[in-house]
Each structure stands twice: as C-alpha cells, then as structure tokens.
C-alpha cells in the first residue's frame, strides 16, 4: 500500500497553476525562473506571497489575497495569541 502523496508546501493557502505561474513570468522577463515548491509561502494578515527567482537572481514577489478563516488569523498571529 502507498502513502498518498504529500501537497507541496507552496499550495499551502492555494490551489493554482504553478507551471502557467512560471511560464508567465518567464515570458514577461525573458529569462527562465523557478519556484521553491518546499517553501511555505509568507503571508500576512490580508494576503499570501511566493518568490519568483530567475536565472540572474533577481527575485520577484507573487502576492495573493487570502480567503477563508486563514484570511483572519495567521498561524503566527495565533501563536502569538496563544503564548
């Protein structure tokens, strides 16, 4: 019997096209880039962030709203809560 296959961190607010995301962005730079999949994305309290790293190291920022219960606490704000 297999596992199931663990989601990668990055889905962790979202569920998006990951390879448009890449194919896009690289079209617009003109440079291919990638995206740390095992990185939990940094979010804040309204929205959630990944980094976007091209070939000459120049990042760039995706930012996106967040939704649901995860739009009002954050893990981190909930620790903070907490302790």
Known sequence: MSKPTKRPRVFAYATFDLDALISFA??????????DTLARPRAGSTHWVIFITFEDGVEWVFRSPRSGLSAIVTEESASKLLT
């Open 26 to 35: 690289s079209k617009l730079r003109g440079q291919s880039c990638s995206i």
